[in-house]
């Protein structure tokens, strides 16, 4: 009898372990920083692993400043390999990982409303449909000169594909502004280029450097997890009855 009590518990904790899981993915990107181990921890890897999938991320502009509440900068996601994708997580954080600025959300895409500073600064997508590379977003910079800008951008291909961490090769600067960044003369990356790539391989690399050891831990929405806990009660109920 115990065994058999054990054995419903297991596949009621499966399907809230599912249920979790598929949130992560489906819905939004489950976590606000572009922190590999924690994209990576999240339960079955939905996002898969972090790798070079030749995502890129460019701009209209040919530098790297802001106009404090000034014009709208756009990014287009693009793909030298792959030309689809089915999640993203893009921001623009501080010095001290507050996410700034704010998109103007597309069709098919959300603001993830919970995570560090404005409440519209961080943009995810809303389903896991296929997106083809092209895509492109308005980020509209702070009202006030919030000092060094780095932007981030989470791309995932699909659980097999996995997933690309990039972030901007310097950080964006409001003209005129006391910080000055250092001229990045490694990169290869075209003068229109935002983005490079995070090593696959560095975990606490330049990506997490931003913000130290502060990663968010998943953030699901429980209103979410309850409707689809809900729909999942019957079958619970009805495993109980079997092995109870």
Not at 101 to 113: D, F, N, R
Not at 128 to 134: E, L, P
Request: with cysteine; glycine share 8%.
């Amino acid at each position: 009898m115990r065994s058999i009590f054990y054995t419903g518990i297991l596949h009621i904790a499966t399907i809230l372990a599912f249920l979790a899981v598929a949130y992560a993915f489906s819905t939004g990107a489950g976590t606000c920083n572009a922190d590999q181990a924690t994209i990576e921890a999240v339960n079955s890897s939905p996002m898969g692993k972090n790798s070079n999938l030749g995502y890129s991320v460019t701009m209209a502009q040919d530098n790297h400043s802001y106009v404090p509440g000034g014009p709208a900068i756009q990014f287009t996601v693009a793909g030298s390999t792959i030309q689809t994708f089915k999640g993203i997580l893009f921001y623009g954080a501080d010095s001290n990982n507050n996410h700034v600025g704010q998109w103007t959300v597309p069709s098919g895409y959300k603001l993830m409303a919970n995570c560090q500073g404005d409440p519209q600064a961080t943009l995810t997508h809303s389903s896991a449909s296929v997106k083809s590379v092209g895509a492109t977003f308005q980020w509209n910079p702070p009202a006030t000169d919030c000092g060094p800008i780095t932007i981030y951008c989470v791309i995932c291909a699909s659980t097999q594909q996995g997933f690309q961490i990039i972030q901007s090769s310097q950080p964006f600067v409001v003209d005129g502004s006391s910080y000055v960044p250092n001229k990045d003369t490694s990169s290869s990356v075209s003068k229109n280029a935002v983005t490079n790539t995070t090593s696959p391989s560095n975990s606490t690399g330049a990506t997490n450097s931003a913000y130290g050891n502060n990663a968010d831990s998943l953030r699901i929405s429980k209103s979410t997890f309850l409707i689809q806990f809900t729909l999942f009660v019957p079958l619970i109920v009805s495993l109980l009855i079997k092995y109870l």
